[in-house]
């Protein structure tokens, strides 16, 4: 009978074991490759940063800082918090850096985990993992579109189909005190049936009452004025030039009158992608712009542009539209001594291959010849050197092919050599 198991995964977290990090590796491979078609250059930040940075970029009164944050004092009393989202640490270390010096406008990406205390259910954990890209520096409206262009690219690289864009603005501190007005009218009525955090944010931010998750707050904003009825001359030219832009590139989207996302800092541009096949959990990733955050924490006045899409979602999604993805690794050598002697000389043997670029493995369980068979076998091996005590004596092995399932006498002078040639071998370096 199994021992009752002592310890598990905390609530909200998820093992990536061996099996899935194929899966893993491939859609790595792809936000990588991608990145670097679009010239976005790598950023890594740490994984927890003083917590005022993301309660005063994300805003106080949003369901992730209201909520989600995982915030805890270190020994020296400092508040610090993993952090929930990629984009304040990365503006963070833009300003830090003075990065906007080196070039005018500097386009990043990062992949990571990120940290939510959420009710843990289907594509929504607690630790969870994201890739996302910001450009810093520019205002045209093409910025945008390449940002959406850049994360739809991915999706469909991955083989993506049955997904969606979704288009909308949230305007800018100009012309959102109009929408305000207008939106506090329309909710004044019912503000009593509200829930108690958006009768909070009736009073400190009245926007976010629309990205409530609740059922009846949802409702009851159903027909809520849309910001982008009262956007500013300036945010309204710029919402037509990214809808200029999307049709040049031929992306079709969706206009969505009350996108307003989870996030306080952005301005205008406010984008998801959202996935046919997910359930209640469909967003894959979005994000938008924000033109103020920069000089909202310090920096110098630099509009921005950016988004985030959530790895766990995108596996999920790629799962449920059976996409093809990368073969799992296997190796080039199975090495299967038989006997003291033949298995001193194996340790030796693989030693030398490894050097050589090869990847190899061998027995350290003292099987049997047909159990270490089995085991080239799972391992997907090309080769299986048989070190036999017989051969061993004529400083012989055998060597089997496994896919054409034939074996070849081998001098154990030109073993490595002959192996090299076998698997192709040829650049210094290069594994197989
Ligand atoms: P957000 O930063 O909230 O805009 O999230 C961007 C993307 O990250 C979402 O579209 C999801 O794909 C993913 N994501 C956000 N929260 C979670 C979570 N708790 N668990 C898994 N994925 C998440």
Redesign the pocket.
């Known amino acids: 009978m199994a021992k009752s198991i002592k310890y598990r995964a905390p609530r909200g977290t998820h093992d990536r074991l061996p099996d899935e990090m194929s899966l893993w590796y491939h859609l790595e491979g792809v936000v990588r490759e991608q990145m670097r078609l679009y010239n976005y250059s790598e950023i890594a930040t740490p994984t927890f940063e003083g917590t005022e940075l993301f309660s005063r970029s994300i805003g106080e009164e949003t369901e992730i800082v209201e909520k989600q944050m995982y915030t805890f004092f270190d020994k020296a009393g400092r508040s610090l918090t993993l952090r929930p989202?990629g984009t304040p640490p990365v503006v963070r270390s833009y300003i830090e850096h003075s990065l906007g010096r080196r070039q005018p406008l500097q386009k990043f990406f990062y992949i990571g985990p990120?940290y939510?205390q959420?009710a843990p259910q289907a594509?929504?954990?607690?630790q969870?993992h994201?890739f996302g890209a910001e450009a810093i520096g520019a205002i045209d409206p093409a910025m945008d579109v390449e940002m959406i262009s850049l994360l739809l690219s991915i999706c469909r690289r991955l083989g993506l189909k049955a997904i969606a864009l979704h288009l909308g603005s949230v305007g800018c501190p100009r012309c959102r005190p109009l929408h305000r007005e207008k939106l506090l009218a329309f909710l004044g009525g019912s503000y009593s049936l509200l829930c108690p955090d958006c009768q909070k944010r009736y009073h400190r931010n009245p926007l976010r009452i629309l990205d409530c998750k609740r059922e009846r707050c949802r409702e009851l904003t159903e027909d809520a004025p849309s910001v982008i009825d009262f956007l500013c001359e300036d945010c309204a030219l710029h919402f037509e030039g990214v809808k200029h832009h999307l049709q040049q590139l031929e992306i079709a989207y969706t206009l969505d009158r009350r996108l307003v996302?989870?996030?306080d800092y952005y301005t205008r541009t406010a984008f998801?992608v959202i996935s046919a096949n997910l359930g209640a959990?469909n967003?894959?990733?979005?994000?938008g712009r924000y033109d103020e955050l920069i000089k909202e924490l310090g920096g110098d006045p630099t509009p921005a542009v950016g988004f985030?899409?959530?790895m766990?979602?995108?596996l999920l999604a790629m799962e449920k539209e059976g996409c093809q993805i990368a073969q799992p690794p296997t190796i080039g050598v199975y090495v299967a001594p038989v006997g003291d002697r033949a298995r001193a000389f194996a340790l030796s043997l693989l030693k030398d291959l490894r050097q050589a670029g090869i990847s190899c493995d061998g027995d350290y369980l003292k099987r049997s010849l047909k159990a270490q068979m089995r085991m080239a076998d799972r391992m997907g091996a090309s080769y299986t050197v048989i070190l036999g005590e017989e051969e061993m004596d004529r400083n012989r092995v055998l060597v089997r092919g496994m896919r054409e399932s034939k074996q070849e006498e081998v001098g154990l002078d030109r073993l490595v050599g002959y192996l090299i040639e076998k698997l192709g071998v040829r650049r210094q370096g290069q594994t197989v």
Not at 123 to 126: K, N
Request: no cysteine; proline share 0%; charged share 35%.
């Open positions: 989202e990120m939510r959420e594509g929504r954990l607690r969870f994201q996302r989870g996030l998801e959990q967003a894959i990733g979005g994000g985030a899409a959530g766990e979602r995108i």
